[in-house]
């Protein structure tokens, strides 16, 4: 291999590195018909380039634009590197994309062509096709109901490779060229465009450069220790950094096989079988599992569930300790290694982490107990915080470091600093270019100095160098005496006790916090339930005495932690009290998505607020409700409203505050 | 794979099966009276009508369980003697049931290798054995099943107990079980009763794959007149046993007769 770069600057370059090196071991799985099918890095490198090839016989050339639109299937993935074997860029879109949010990234990217998955992309494409007067041709993977369509823009992907095949077998010098313009990629040059998922207005493209992505790519496989032998499942929207990141780049970069699930419907059996070595997934994912397990062992016979009872709490006294590697007395690792035959090893297989080395989880606050929970099992369960602007990695938890209420130290060669409004900003390895054709709003996100904004607001934890992240920088308030108010940060804090539904925090310009609770009707239900305490509905039972003596203890022992946090000692709620009803979409107090919209919360309730901070024992409420049935009706109450013990803020936070 | 309906001589648009003068009855009650269609090759054939119209008798007529008194049925141009399902079924009949039925106990791949039973060639002998002849064939046939189940997009039931599913995928896998018998004639008896929308249109979606995919000629009943409007080729549409009106879509909806037997007519 005289041809072969010194250093691999692009991933078509990382491609035929390993199929040099390691030509011979898988690269990636996909199960069809049933059977998990296998393709080493060589065969991937001769059905790429063989792509590439028939791609720029479609008249894909350098710098032009290809949307790759579907769910997780090799053959996407190898468009992607197809692509970049001619210098032409990738623009990954998400599947479940409206037509209407399609046309506008496929619009704003001039793509040229698009590879999809199916005959529902090809329909949404189609139907977009007159606004995307670039546009040239569709290449797709699976031929369902496409038999009938006009073949002449439209193939599919294994015809194109066919013709790619052809082409090299006719004409020697075709394969030469190839080779030359893979060569002819450099580090600099753009390798993708990840258009973020548009949460907060219109989706930007994130530019990323090969070189910058390989190195932190190259960066974080180190900090994790991944290598040729790990297995990992890709599952996650093709189009989102943390697919492309974790599972493209840092396959490409470790040389790791990545297997895509069956179908989107298969991925919990999927992952039992693969049993992946390094996964990520969003705290909801762990919830989710956790709450089957635990159904399911309500269904088990007794001795099943008391054996299931007695080992958990064996894991919960002893299990993160041992993977911490602190000291345990021998009896504990004599029942904890029991525990492991009877029951962990069971539990960790059926859930697929049997051979899980790497675990991380990201994107919101996950709690403590459901944190532990699966740390005590023996599973490497980590947190990050990351950006589709930084290519993910920012802040990472190393092995022994972990924690569940920080995001972790820097990733290595990460810089971040705390601006004067509390937000953090950062460089990175994997720093962005900037939006594609969106010169503005790179203006906005980037200081002029190469930093970037992330606009969360976050703080170093004192004594460690852990980053704390605590809400949207736009979101943080300020209480009347100057201290600061994330209402996220309080809310989670509360939303960690299982008795405690939704919180609905208030303070910014006033002179304390405090905020509106909804129990939790399962837990709070339970617990009444046990102690015979009786009730006849929602708002029976969160007018109870009792009940507020519960919420009551919660947020003092939150007022505790936030003293003991540096900045966060004037966030302690004061006063509190229990909502009459539980707060609902269909009133327009939640989003679809079950967020809380503080704004119009704080309107319909502005009597209850009045009642809060002018010192009033009770407030009479009255609210109009939607039934389920659509017929509006009117609830009226009499809230309670307790105060709570506000702890001192600690000295050394006291201190840094002051410093801050 | 081989397409259903491949190698048989015909030709598109060529009469599949023919009915002709078909008349069933249950001692004093006349099911069907004189009925005459034909189904062509290759098209998507429903057969509409009120309720007791006779729509599933003539179903059943097609596929063999019930015996016309009088008329009729040619099926690849072989004029039909008296005869029982399973030989209809081996000539390439198959059908899905208005009441789901499928093995609620036995998996989905189960029930969908149930479907290629009539294609099993080795011996008992060796299926007890489960070796040799026996295995390769059911490798080749499992392979078959896999298709079908791809096709369905139904993996992730893979090796459910079908009982345990939401009605709209056991119909999906009674269709599967259907398809696994590569039909050149498929009878769907009310595919799309019970479903909600989502499931009424994953249903269409398919039945137009089977008919584009495999060629696979198709009759069927249904109700919902949106789906029948938009899927087929040429409706029939039937009243207390007798054809009223036999056409396109648009031709039926237009005439008056079927306009009454729907909507009634004012006295």
Redesign the interface.
């Known amino acids: 291999m005289s041809g072969m770069p010194s250093r691999e600057d692009t991933f078509p370059k990382l491609m035929a590195r390993n199929a040099a090196i390691r030509g011979g071991r898988a690269a990636m799985r996909r199960k069809d018909l049933g059977i998990w099918q296998t393709w080493t890095w060589s065969e991937v490198d001769e059905i790429v380039r063989a792509y590439a090839q028939g791609l720029r016989e479609l008249g894909l050339e350098r710098g032009d634009t290809i949307a790759i639109v579907g769910s997780n299937r090799p053959k996407l993935y190898w468009s992607i590197l197809a692509a970049q074997c001619l210098g032409a860029i990738p623009v990954p879109v998400y599947a479940d994309s409206v037509a209407e949010e399609m046309a506008y990234v496929l619009e704003h990217a001039q793509v040229k062509l698009a590879a999809v998955e199916d005959q529902e992309q090809v329909d949404k494409v189609l139907s977009i096709s007159d606004r995307l007067t670039g546009l040239t041709h569709v290449v797709y993977d699976w031929s369902r109901g496409l038999r009938d369509y006009d073949h002449t823009r439209l193939h599919a992907i294994d015809d194109v490779i066919e013709a790619g095949r052809a082409a090299f077998a006719k004409d020697p010098s075709a394969r030469a060229a190839l080779d030359a313009s893979i060569a002819e990629g450099k580090g600099e040059d753009i390798s993708i465009i990840l258009y973020t998922s548009g949460t907060t207005g219109r989706s930007k493209g994130v530019m990323l450069s090969a070189e910058r992505s390989i190195a932190a790519a190259t960066d974080t496989v180190t900090f994790d220790k991944l290598d040729e032998n790990d297995e990992v499942l890709a599952y996650l929207p093709l189009a989102w950094v943390g697919d492309h990141y974790l599972n493209f780049a840092q396959g490409l970069v470790a040389g790791f096989c990545m297997s895509c699930p069956e179908s989107p419907e298969t991925v919990q059996q999927d992952l039992c079988e693969i049993g992946p070595t390094f996964y990520f997934a969003p705290p909801r994912v762990y919830e989710n599992l956790l709450t089957r397990v635990m159904i399911r062992m309500e269904d088990a016979s007794a001795p099943k569930r008391k054996m299931f009872a007695y080992f958990i709490d064996v894991a919960k006294r002893w299990g993160e300790k041992i993977l911490n590697g602190e000291s345990v007395p021998f009896s504990g690792r004599m029942l904890y290694a029991l525990g492991e035959v009877l029951i962990y090893g069971p539990l960790k297989n059926v859930l697929g982490f049997s051979r899980m080395r790497v675990g991380y989880t990201a994107g919101e606050a996950i709690g403590p107990e459901l944190f532990s929970f699966y740390r005590s099992l023996g599973l490497n369960l980590k947190q990050l915080y990351g950006q589709t602007e930084a290519f993910l990695y920012v802040t990472a938890q190393p092995d022994g470091q972990i924690r569940a209420d920080t995001v972790g130290p820097l990733a290595p060669n990460v810089e971040v600093r705390i601006t004067d409004t509390g937000e953090v900003v950062f460089r990175s390895p994997g720093m962005f270019l900037g939006y594609f054709r969106d010169p503005e709003r790179t203006a906005e996100t980037m200081t002029p100095d190469g930093w970037v904004k992330t606009g969360d607001a976050g703080f170093f934890e004192p004594g460690s160098n852990h980053l704390k992240i605590i809400d949207r920088a736009k979101d943080v308030g300020r209480l009347a005496t100057g201290a600061l108010f994330p209402p996220k940060y309080v809310e989670n804090k509360m939303k960690f006790y299982p008795n405690v539904k939704e919180v609905v925090a208030f303070g910014d310009k006033r002179d304390f916090v405090t905020c509106f609770v909804n129990i939790d009707m399962t837990a709070v239900g339970n617990w009444a339930e046990r102690n015979n305490v009786s009730y006849a509905s929602y708002q029976e039972l969160a007018a109870h005495p009792q009940v507020y003596d519960m919420i009551a203890a919660h947020v003092e022992e939150v007022n505790r932690s936030l003293a003991a946090e540096p900045m966060m000692g004037g966030a302690q709620i004061k006063r509190f009290l229990i909502l009459h009803k539980e707060l609902d979409a269909d009133d327009g107090e939640l989003t679809r998505t079950q967020k809380v919209r503080r704004g119009f919360i704080a309107e319909r309730y502005q009597p209850l607020i009045d009642a809060l901070y002018s010192g009033a024992a009770e407030a009479d409420i009255s609210t109009e409700v939607t039934f389920e049935d659509g017929r509006k009706g009117v609830i009226s109450a009499r809230v309670k409203i307790r105060d709570c013990k506000i702890w001192p803020a600690s000295r050394e936070a006291a201190a840094t505050e002051k410093a801050a | 794979m081989r397409a259903p309906g491949d190698g048989h001589g015909t030709t598109a648009g060529e009469v599949l099966l023919a009915v002709e003068g078909v008349s069933l009855s249950f001692g004093g009650v006349k099911a069907i009276t004189d009925v005459s269609f034909d189904i062509r090759k290759g098209e998507i054939r429903a057969i509409i009508g009120p309720n007791g119209a006779g729509k599933t008798s003539m179903l059943n007529v097609i596929n063999g369980f019930y015996h016309p008194q009088q008329g009729r049925i040619a099926f690849k141009g072989e004029t039909r003697k008296r005869m029982r399902p399973y030989v209809a079924a081996s000539q390439g009949i198959a059908r899905t049931f208005q009441n789901v039925a499928l093995f609620k106990g036995m998996s989905t791949i189960d029930n969908i290798m149930a479907g290629r039973t009539l294609k099993m060639k080795t011996g008992f002998f060796w299926q007890c054995l489960r070796h040799g002849p026996a295995l390769n064939e059911e490798i080749e046939h499992?392979?078959f099943v896999?298709?079908i189940?791809?096709?369905l997009?139904i993996?992730?039931i893979?090796k459910m107990p079908v009982g345990k599913l939401p009605y709209g995928l056991q119909k999906r896998v009674e269709l599967g079980r259907a398809l696994a018998m590569q039909p050149d004639l498929l009878l769907l008896d009310e595919p799309m009763a019970g479903m909600n929308l989502e499931e009424k249109e994953d249903m269409s979606?398919f039945i137009?794959?089977v008919n584009?995919?495999y060629g696979t000629t198709i009759a069927l009943i249904e109700h919902d007149m949106g789906v029948v409007m938009d899927l087929s080729d040429r409706v029939v549409v039937l009243e207390y046993g007798r054809k009223i009106a036999d056409g396109t879509p648009a031709e039926v909806s237009a005439d008056q007769k079927v306009i009454d037997a729907y909507l009634g007519v004012p006295h």
């Open positions: 499992r392979k896999e298709e189940i791809d096709f997009e993996q992730a893979r979606r137009i794959d584009n995919q």
